[in-house]
Nanobody, 121 residues
Framework: VQLQASGGGLVQPGGSLRLSCAAS????????IAWFRQAPGKEREGVSC????????YYTDSVKGRFTISRDNDKNMVYLQMSALKPEDTAVYYC???????????????WGQGTLVTVSS
């Protein structure tokens, strides 16, 4: 199982970024995929998840209306479009298979490399 998140960077408050997650080594089409993030000194938290079958999406309250998750099963890719970014969104972002979209970091078996998002003026 391999997952590689990319697309992070430095952005000003109110700005936008799109994160990408490239997945391989497992039956991607059959797995829900989630985004998590970990800010300095804080625990890793679930941000968003997209189901495998019907494309149902889930978001933590703090990002609802600002972030949009999507997936492309033909390319084994998941995306996180982030807008209206706030300094508190600063974190390393990770993607991971999350079979039931629990968005609980302790239930995740496989982590890939994350990508750093810094929201600052």
């Amino acid at each position: 199982v391999q997952l590689q998140a990319s697309g992070g960077g430095l952005v000003q408050p109110g700005g936008s970024l799109r994160l990408s997650c490239a997945a391989s080594g497992f039956a991607f089409d059959y797995y829900a995929i989630a985004w998590f993030r970990q800010a300095p000194g804080k625990e890793r938290e679930g941000v968003s998840c997209i189901s495998s079958s019907d494309g149902r999406t889930y978001y933590t309250d703090s990002v609802k209306g600002r972030f949009t998750i999507s997936r492309d099963n033909d390319k084994n890719m998941v995306y996180l479009q982030m807008s209206a970014l706030k300094p508190e969104d600063t974190a390393v972002y990770y993607c991971a298979p999350d079979p039931y979209c629990h968005l609980v970091a302790g239930m995740i078996d496989h982590w890939g490399q994350g990508t750093l998002v810094t929201v600052s003026s």
